[in-house]
Nanobody, 123 residues
Framework: QVQLIESGGGLVEAGGSLRLSCAAS????????TGWFRQAPGKDREFVAS????????FYSDIAKRRFTISRDSDKNTVYLEMTNLKPEDTAVYYC????????????????WGQGTQVTVSS
């Protein structure tokens, strides 16, 4: 089993920044790729970004590629999502997910999910 715990969410004004963290524990070799997804109230979950175990391969959604950066600290078993120039439409619960399916936006390829962290961007 792999346990994922997100942190770093909070309330920020539009234009501000946040760094989310996803700390992994357990049999992490079983979930080498890590993705970030988000879900806003009343909306479907959507892909944000993904990173490989090595950190060399990353993949971003269109909404994230110019403002968000995903990175990994392997020594800490932690993946980060640096978010800049935040907008009210970025308000959502952000989830990290681990999977063995490689760097992908397909949520079904991730078998482990965290509980989520709330990000609220005020206008």
């Amino acid at each position: 089993q792999v346990q994922l715990i997100e942190s770093g969410g909070g309330l920020v004004e539009a234009g501000g920044s946040l760094r989310l963290s996803c700390a992994a524990s357990g049999r992490t070799f079983g979930a080498p790729a890590t993705g970030w997804f988000r879900q806003a109230p009343g909306k479907d979950r959507e892909f944000v970004a993904s990173i490989s175990w090595s950190g060399f391969n990353t993949f971003y959604s269109d909404i994230a590629k110019r403002r968000f950066t995903i990175s990994r600290d392997s020594d800490k078993n932690t993946v980060y999502l640096e978010m800049t120039n935040l907008k009210p439409e970025d308000t959502a619960v952000y989830y990290c997910a681990g999977g063995a399916g490689g760097v992908t936006s397909d949520a079904t390829r991730y078998g482990y999910w965290g509980q989520g962290t709330q990000v609220t961007v005020s206008s």
